[in-house]
Structures are given as structure tokens and as C-alpha cells.
T-cell receptor, first 120, second 118 residues
Framework: DTEVTQTPKHLVMGMTNKKSLKCEQHMGHRAMYWYKQKAKKPPELMFVYSYEKLSINESVPSRFSPECPNSSLLNLHLHALQPEDSALYLC???????????????????FGEGSWLTVV | AQKITQTQPGMFVQEKEAVTLDCTYDTSDPSYGLFWYKQPSSGEMIFLIY??????QNATEGRYSLNFQKARKSANLVISASQLGDSAMYFCAMRGGVSNFGNEKLTFGTGTRLTIIP
């Protein structure tokens, strides 16, 4: 079973709605991530949080707003989305944002079950 | 820049047979890690196995093993005695290096869809 939990599993929202995706990890990891995955494509990085601070924003539109309330929680606030934003949103975590020496299995990034988002 | 190449878009394998999923990579960094993930149709991205660039032995995790050929920049996943539950999309990925900013991000290949036939 995954130790990164995401809610909701499925979300349908209108283009004028405001909703949030939630993610929680209890592995003591210091880095958390949001990825977006379209059908038949690999995941694409959106945001990275390190020690609860936003470290990387991959030029994501402002209608996606991340938040890290504490070291275990990561939210993605959604507002005024477009139908093309429909996708699988994956949360992930790792011990640290950086890549430590190759012999350290702490480099592994663990993903959650994902939230399937449909914008209508 | 790092790059991962998976040349098999889809594979069909008979149940109980072994299967090899191909992965080649490109990086100028001597320090990196290679990962394999499994993604069933439910969407969850499941970590399978990790290989560090300085590891002398191939990584193994239960029925999964990683055939690491560093000189050829190859990191193939081998699944022994395949099961119906192995049907999924499989992604090869890498991250690493301190010499190139941005290489700490996880770079994915395009994936291989594996279907196990009863």
C-alpha cells in the first residue's frame, strides 16, 4: 500500500468552480511534489516543495495554486480551470529534493494513487 | 540534459513467462539513479526498483531485477514468472547529478504497456 495518500480519487468540476486536491505523507519526507499526467504520457512535474517552501514552479498557470500547510500535507487549489486541464494529478514525496549519492535509496520518489480530474 | 528512451510501446507476454522491458539512458553526469515504476490502469504510480550508478551488482526486488549495463547505458527491467496482475504501464526514470542543476528532477521515458496473456 502506498504511503502517500491523495483525496479525492475522482473530481469533476465546472470551469467556474474552486476545488482542492489533497495529499498526505507520513514517511518524514522533506520534499513533496505535484505532477500532471495526460493520457498515454509520462508524468510532468508541476511544483516542488522542500522543507515546506516552494522550490520549483515549472511555469504552471496561476489557476493552479499549491500550498504546503505542514511537512506532511500538500494541497493543490484549483480555480477557473479549462477542459484541457483534465488529467491525472499525482502527488509524490522523497527524503530530500536534491539527489544524494547514488548509493542512497533515499533518492526514491514515492507517488500516491492519483486524483483523476475532469473539467467540464 | 538527461534522457530516457523506452523503445517498446507495447508488449504481449504469456503468463508465467519472463519478460524484459528495455530502457536506455543518456546523461553526462557520473552520479545518477535509475528507477522503474509500474502504473496500473487505476493510476497509482508504484515504485518497483532502484539502481545507483556506482552499484556493482544488479538490483533485485522479489520477481523484479534490473539488468544494469553501464557502458551501454542500459537499465532493462526483468520480471520473472509473469502474472496477470503485472499488466500495466511501466516507466523507466532517472534522476541525479550535482553537476547539472535540474538533473535532480525525475526524468521519465515514454513507457511500455505490458499485457499478460492467460
Amino acid at each position: 500500500d502506498t504511503e502517500v495518500t491523495q483525496t479525492p480519487k475522482h473530481l469533476v468540476m465546472g470551469m467556474t468552480n474552486k476545488k482542492s486536491l489533497k495529499c498526505e505523507q507520513h514517511m518524514g519526507h522533506r520534499a513533496m511534489y505535484w505532477y500532471k499526467q495526460k493520457a498515454k504520457k509520462p508524468p510532468e512535474l508541476m511544483f516542488v516543495y522542500s522543507y515546506e517552501k516552494l522550490s520549483i514552479n515549472e511555469s504552471v498557470p496561476s489557476r493552479f495554486s499549491p500550498e504546503c500547510p505542514n511537512s506532511s500535507l500538500l494541497n493543490l487549489h484549483l480555480h477557473a480551470l479549462q477542459p484541457e486541464d483534465s488529467a491525472l494529478y499525482l502527488c509524490a514525496s522523497s527524503q530530500d529534493e536534491g539527489f544524494v549519492n547514488p548509493g542512497d535509496s533515499g533518492n526514491t520518489i514515492y507517488f500516491g494513487e492519483g486524483s483523476w480530474l475532469t473539467v467540464v | 540534459a538527461q534522457k530516457i528512451t523506452q523503445t517498446q510501446p507495447g508488449m504481449f507476454v504469456q503468463e508465467k513467462e519472463a519478460v524484459t522491458l528495455d530502457c536506455t539512458y543518456d546523461t553526462s553526469d557520473p552520479s545518477y539513479g535509475l528507477f522503474w515504476y509500474k502504473q496500473p490502469s487505476s493510476g497509482e504510480m508504484i515504485f518497483l526498483i532502484y539502481q545507483g550508478s556506482y552499484d556493482q551488482q544488479n538490483a533485485t526486488e522479489g520477481r523484479y531485477s534490473l539488468n544494469f549495463q553501464k557502458a551501454r547505458k542500459s537499465a532493462n527491467l526483468v520480471i520473472s514468472a509473469s502474472q496477470l496482475g503485472d499488466s500495466a504501464m511501466y516507466f523507466c526514470a532517472m534522476r541525479g547529478g550535482v553537476s547539472n542543476f535540474g538533473n535532480e528532477k525525475l526524468t521519465f521515458g515514454t513507457g511500455t504497456r505490458l499485457t499478460i496473456i492467460p
